[in-house]
């Protein structure tokens, strides 16, 4: 497999989970937030193909899932009925992309079955569905984080890249501050000093700026160094000899040498920022309940009993390392299109 | 002299830097450690005031700060709210704990990315080569949070290792022996967690610089010679591409502190992980302040070593120009 292989199943995988978290509400079975006290930490629904006559089904189906008496958290099967799985059904309304309010799924199952793809967390709430709309404000964190970085960082590398003297000189001594704390410190000395209980937007916003200014460094010092290979071109000098203003020298020539350590360095970022939120939720310092996030929903693993017996609350856990892998894949095959000098 | 004057100024003007954020940052902040007692009726508002005044909480920011820096230069780094104790007492005991963990977990990460990054190297571009590569692919994007939690799970179900804390309970009434093993199987899952998490990075630079060296005249020559390969890997070619490395070394400090943060919380280790977590939660502002001057701290430390190792291993390398 090439390397061009690679980056395009790594980008086909990104996309496909991107598409997936952004349609949260039409890929999930059921409302993340909606409990079913009567089934706590069920175990992943089984799809079935063959039922107990020995007979084969294209279409999979479930059997309901029913407590057993007198156990704690036990459930088993009942193999009564069969309940195939429908696709494209109807069920809890919910808004595409924030604007028109529809209520097909892609999948369901006929009540009284429940299907629970990644099992069911304390509350019986759906831990698949939890996942995908989890993904929505844990990606959003890190993609908004990441923006502000970036933008932080080209403002910082430009101006001191390109007007040098004392500029340059304290902007780069505060990048090496930034870069040489350990970046969870940092993350947490500034969490610290800001207010910890809002409202759970006002939290997400906070968060993400807290997140979004403490990476800006590195890119800052890359941004800087092509800004000032960049700004030293005879194109550059000819171009002031032509009248041309500042403004129009980094728009025109110096900023489209950045695109390439943008994109790369966005690539980078994002997944670092997305366990950066996920680490922070996960301290009890992020986002809470009853907003699902990877984080908030991986703190149920800090129960020792949850640990302990209910493997299927490492899921988001595989989420989290989806994303992350197609995102330094795809940074790498930016990072060697950059070195080969084709961006 | 020269250079390590000039080190020891850089140092006191990153810790003030460090500091300084610190202290700005806290201006930030609506309400602080005596708020919630405000809403106590058994306290009095005279109370809470006499409090404040006490920790000099009503005071403007820069005498605050000035302040502190006297109780830094007489060893106290300020007041504790929460402990009431000098803060130096609660960093010092929890800093040893982290160092132990850190440093046995970055021997441990060097000792093994040197020879596998050689290795891996010298086989560039054939099938073994492509295994690690993907294999670092695949460790580089497993958080430590899922590592830790990942080697929890293994540990409670297999009980082969102890899990929570440093120590055991009974760890007083063991012989010195005793207490050595029970502190290193408390340290296994910690350790490998680091060790896991910082792999993949050091075996890729490590391939990286060494494929590079590889490739050089002089190794050529040496194969022209007759030089045993172990000998060419390890004699001629790694010293020659041990300076990024050196300098990486430095640089790993940061990240595997911050890696060792999350895992302390996790695994329960008494570092200064949890005790950050614990201050920034009750807004225990000087505990705060000290860590993150502990954590500054470490990460000088780290690149002066990594500093001192470069002139000791590359000759050109002179004091008066790191």
């Known amino acids: 497999m090439t390397s061009r292989h690679k980056a395009m199943v790594a980008a086909s995988l990104l996309l496909a989970l991107h598409l997936a978290i952004l349609f949260a509400g039409f890929m999930a079975p059921s409302d993340p937030t909606s409990q079913n006290r009567d089934f706590p930490l069920v175990p992943p629904t089984s799809l079935h193909f063959v039922d107990g006559r020995g007979k084969f089904h294209i279409r999979p189906f479930v059997y309901e899932t029913e407590p057993v008496p007198e156990g704690l958290h036990e459930y088993r099967e009942n193999h009564a009925h069969e309940y195939p799985l429908h696709f494209f059904v109807s069920g809890f309304p919910y808004k595409v992309a924030g604007l028109i309010t529809w209520h097909r799924h892609l999948f369901g199952v006929q009540a009284p079955a429940q299907i629970f793809l990644a099992g069911s967390d304390s509350y019986g709430r759906d831990q698949f569905s939890r996942i995908l709309y989890g993904g929505q404000i844990s990606l959003a964190a890190g993609m908004l984080a990441a923006g502000i970085s970036l933008l932080l960082a080209l403002l910082v590398g430009c101006a001191s890249g390109f007007y040098a003297g004392w500029i340059d000189e304290s902007a780069m001594r505060l990048a090496e501050l930034f870069l040489v704390l350990p970046w969870l410190y940092l993350l947490l000395a500034i969490r610290a000093f800001l207010p910890l209980h809002l409202s759970p937007s006002g939290t997400f916003f906070l968060l993400v700026a807290v997140i979004g200014t403490i990476g800006w460094a590195r890119p800052a010092r890359l941004i800087r160094g092509v800004v000032l290979s960049a700004k030293s071109r005879k194109y550059v000098t000819a171009s002031r000899c032509f009248g041309a203003s500042d403004t129009y020298i980094l728009r025109r020539h110096v900023l489209p040498h950045t695109y390439g350590i943008l994109l790369t360095q966005a690539a980078l970022l994002v997944p670092q920022y997305v366990i950066a939120e996920v680490t922070l939720s996960f301290l009890g310092l992020g986002l809470g309940e009853p907003m699902p996030s990877w984080g908030n929903l991986l703190a149920n693993l800090q129960q020792y009993n949850v640990l302990v017996s209910y493997w299927w609350m490492f899921a988001p856990a595989l989420a989290l390392v989806l994303v992350s892998l197609g995102y330094l894949a795809v940074a790498d095959a930016f990072h060697q299109q950059l070195q080969s000098g084709s961006m | ?322």
């Open chain 2, 1 to 322: 002299m020269k250079f390590l004057e000039r080190r020891l100024v850089h140092a006191i003007l990153l810790l003030i830097g460090a500091s300084a954020l610190c202290f700005l940052f806290s201006t930030l902040a609506p309400g602080g450690y005596f708020d919630e007692m405000k809403l106590n009726p058994q306290i009095s508002p005279g109370t809470v005031a006499a409090l404040r005044s006490q920790y000099e909480l009503d005071r403007p920011l820069p005498v605050r700060y000035e302040h502190w820096v006297q109780s830094v230069l007489r060893g106290e780094w300020g007041y504790s709210f929460a402990y009431n104790l000098p803060v130096r007492s609660l960093v010092v005991v929890r800093a040893r704990n982290t160092l132990l963990l850190t440093s046995l977990a970055m021997a441990l990460a060097w000792l093994i990315a040197v020879p596998l990054g050689v290795w891996s190297a010298s086989r560039a571009g054939r099938w073994e080569d492509r295994l690690s590569t993907a294999g670092t692919s695949l460790l580089l994007s497993v958080p430590e949070l899922v590592v830790a939690l990942g080697l929890l799970y293994f540990a409670i179900h297999t009980h082969a290792l102890p899990v929570g804390g440093m120590v055991s309970a009974d760890h007083d009434t063991l012989g010195p022996w005793g207490r050595a093993r029970d502190l290193a199987a408390h340290l296994v899952i910690p350790v490998t967690t680091l060790v896991l998490a910082s792999l993949p990075i050091l075996i890729r630079h490590v391939r990286a610089s060494v494929v590079e060296v590889l490739q050089a005249p002089f190794i050529q020559a040496a194969r022209g010679h007759g030089v045993g390969r172990t000998s060419i890997r390890f004699r001629y070619a790694l010293p020659a591409a041990a300076n990024p490395l050196i300098s990486l070394f430095g640089l790993s400090v940061a990240g595997l502190l911050s890696g060792s943060l999350l895992v302390e919380v996790i695994v329960g280790w008494p570092g200064l992980g949890p005790l950050l977590l614990e201050a920034c939660l009750s807004r225990d502002f000087y505990v705060v302040v000290g860590v993150v001057m502990m954590s500054t701290l470490f990460m000088i430390l780290g690149s002066l070593l990594a500093d001192v190792m470069l002139v000791i291993a590359d000759p050109r390398v002179r004091m008066d120009n790191v």
